[in-house]
T-cell receptor, first 116, second 110 residues
Framework: DAGVTQSPTHLIKTRGQQVTLRCSPK?????VSWYQQALGQGPQFIFQ???????QRGNFPDRFSGHQFPNYSSELNVNALLLGDSALYLC???????????????FGEGSRLTVL | GQNIDQPTEMTATEGAIVQINCTYQ??????LFWYQQHAGEAPTFLSY????GLEEKGRFSSFLSRSKGYSYLLLKELQMKDSASYLC???????????FGSGTRLSIRP
């Protein structure tokens, strides 16, 4: 049973560029959440997707956008990159099915973005 | 607003017991999680509390007091591999938004 997979694992961009990060959730999971984790900090909630719609959003600017596909996979897009966007971007999946309901998050290994 | 507080760093001795505290003030509450994160790795689920009281799982236990907005993670018989960051997280609504504290970096010394 594959867990949460993310790609790419590492990438380097320059200021002003755009980036797309990808996530495939754990089998059987229908909800994807994205987090930004700066070094030495806890994950910061960006947004959550369910049924192909953004259901919840954290305190991030509109430069951060996302998408969920019918197969539940998801993308995170960041436009006009800033130096401060350098971080580990974590995708986490969960299930709304009552049978598995602690609703815990299962995390991927993350995409480490460096903006120069 | 949302606020989750936990100590930044702690140190403990191999074989001993350590308690990591977490206090929270959130706009809603629908469960509290503890996650472990080793350096350079993804967080992994440790425990979940939604009702007051103690949940025990092997060497790890987690306690919740909803009236006090307080939780702790208790680690017994510490091993060197327990050196990691421990993240306290709150689900603030039934719609599954989960927010994290900044984490407690635990160092185990021989």
């Amino acid at each position: 049973d594959a867990g949460v997979t993310q790609s790419p694992t590492h990438l380097i961009k320059t200021r002003g560029q755009q980036v797309t990060l990808r996530c495939s959730p754990k089998s059987g999971h229908d909800t994807v959440s994205w987090y930004q984790q700066a070094l030495g900090q806890g994950p910061q909630f960006i947004f959550q997707y369910y049924e192909e719609e953004e259901r919840q959003r954290g305190n991030f600017p509109d430069r951060f956008s996302g998408h969920q596909f019918p197969n539940y996979s998801s993308e995170l897009n960041v436009n006009a990159l800033l130096l401060g966007d350098s971080a580990l971007y974590l995708c986490a999946s969960s299930s709304t099915a009552r049978g598995s309901w602690t609703g815990e998050l299962f995390f991927g290994e993350g995409s480490r973005l460096t903006v120069l | 607003g949302q606020n989750i507080d936990q100590p930044t760093e702690m140190t403990a001795t191999e074989g001993a017991i350590v308690q990591i505290n977490c206090t929270y003030q959130t706009s809603g509450f629908n469960g509290l999680f503890w996650y472990q994160q080793h350096a350079g790795e993804a967080p992994t689920f440790l425990s979940y509390n939604v009702l007051d009281g103690l949940e025990e799982k092997g060497r790890f236990s987690s306690f919740l007091s909803r009236s006090k907005g307080y939780s702790y993670l208790l680690l017994k018989e510490l091993q060197m591999k327990d050196s990691a960051s421990y993240l306290c997280a709150v689900r603030v609504s039934s719609a599954s938004k989960i927010i994290f504290g900044s984490g407690t970096r635990l160092s185990i010394r021989p």
